[in-house]
């Protein structure tokens, strides 16, 4: 209890210097805060320790030392200093740190790996070389670094939820192949169940075998799976209750988890302009590299959280191949019946893509969706 009281509050105290920090730029203006800031800080962040380089206005590197990754060390280094843009990679431990040093009153760039690749694929790689990079790339243009702003420890724990209940179900479906396979040499077949009644079918089937005992352990560890999912299940339902994802699971094919993994990956619904931004943040968008007069056709980005794009995509199978007739569906089955390579996993892709606009969409408006026609009811509406 003592831990979570000092988490909440360690919480509190950020937002709230983040949102002085907000207010005095707001004030004062950018161009002050950025005059302010006479120093830039690079900081490779390691498991147990992180290097940090320091330069000054005019680029020469002032210091260059070692702090252990702890609140404690971040803190003593970085507490009696006056403000300074501080340059961190996105990480295991980026999210704390860069909470940490908002409530220091420091500007902290979360840098994108994928724009730093001087980083990853450099010939002379080391934490001090990396350290110093990214305070060059700072310094220099934060716009280079594509910082990220990750998201508030109440959605990175509500998440965890999702998570654990995705490891374990993953969990228990390879204990059951390992059962089914493991038998199977020895003149043995498991008949088709769902995976909460396995064990009871796997009991009966094996009721007059000596593999019953052998394969006991792990058909007790597929029955406490069973009732932890169950638990975790209810907790989810809990959550969705609580983030109101009743708009979103309007669309056939998206349940109540979807629709809550989908709100707490993009939690703040306003950060789009517009909805269709959603298919490039969760990487559901073809790479480009036009060169010339070259324009090959590219796999997506797959950019953004790798789950939620995972779960969309399976949504976007139901949808197509089990779902009642919609306007998602005919749009897809429309796109799969071009004569082209992989035109249904293309299709499927596209599909995917566009229910997370259509999720969002919902989202920012709380409009009913109807499954048929939904297009030009919106262009009805939009243009009386």
């Not at 340059?87 to 040093?101: F, K």
């Not at 796999?299 to 399976?314: E, H, M, S, V």
């Not at 749009?331 to 019946?337: E, G, I």
Request: glycine letters at 6%; one cysteine or more; aromatic letters at 4%.
């Amino acid at each position: 209890m003592a831990r979570w009281n000092e988490e909440a509050a360690f919480s509190k105290r950020s937002q709230a210097t983040l949102l002085q920090v907000k207010r005095s730029r707001s004030c004062n203006g950018e161009d002050d805060m950025n005059k302010a800031i006479t120093m830039t800080v690079g900081c490779d962040l390691g498991d147990k320790y992180s290097v940090i380089c320091v330069l000054d206005r005019g680029g020469r590197v002032v210091e260059e030392t070692k702090v252990r990754t702890t609140v404690p060390g971040i803190r003593s280094f970085f507490a009696p200093r006056d403000p300074m843009r501080v340059v961190i990679e996105v990480g295991t431990h980026s999210a704390w740190v860069a909470e940490l040093l908002g409530e220091l009153g420091h500007e902290t760039l979360v840098a994108n790996p994928r724009r730093v690749q001087l980083i990853s694929k450099g010939n002379r790689k080391s934490d001090r070389v990396d350290a110093e990079l990214l305070a060059r790339l700072g310094r220099a243009d934060p716009k280079l670094l594509a910082p990220i702003q990750h998201r508030k420890r109440t959605a990175r724990r509500d998440l965890l939820v999702i998570r654990s209940r995705a490891l374990l179900v993953e969990t228990r479906s390879s204990l059951v192949i390992h059962v089914r396979g493991t038998v199977k040499p020895f003149a043995r077949r498991i008949p088709t169940a769902s995976v909460e009644v396995f064990p009871k079918r796997a009991r009966e089937a094996l009721a007059e075998s000596d593999l019953l005992p052998i394969m006991e352990p792990v058909l007790a560890v597929i029955d406490s799976l069973n009732e932890k999912i169950r638990a975790l299940d209810s907790q989810i339902a809990e959550l969705g209750k609580l983030y109101d994802t009743l708009v979103l699971e309007q669309i056939v094919g998206v349940g109540t988890m979807t629709a809550l993994t989908f709100v707490l990956t993009i939690e703040d619904k306003t950060r789009f302009e517009k909805s269709r931004d959603v298919g490039p943040y969760l990487g559901l968008v073809p790479r480009r590299a036009q060169s010339g007069g070259r324009d090959p056709a590219l796999g997506i980005t797959k950019a953004g959280d790798q789950y939620l794009r995972k779960i969309l995509i399976n949504c976007a199978h139901y949808v197509y191949h089990r779902g009642p007739d919609t306007d998602l569906q005919r749009w897809a089955r429309k796109l799969a019946d071009r004569d082209r390579t992989h035109a249904k996993r293309k299709a499927l892709v596209a599909l995917a893509r566009r229910l997370a606009v259509l999720l969002h969409r919902l989202w920012v408006t709380g409009e009913v969706y109807q499954p048929l026609g939904y297009a030009s009811a919106r262009t009805a509406a939009t243009a009386a």
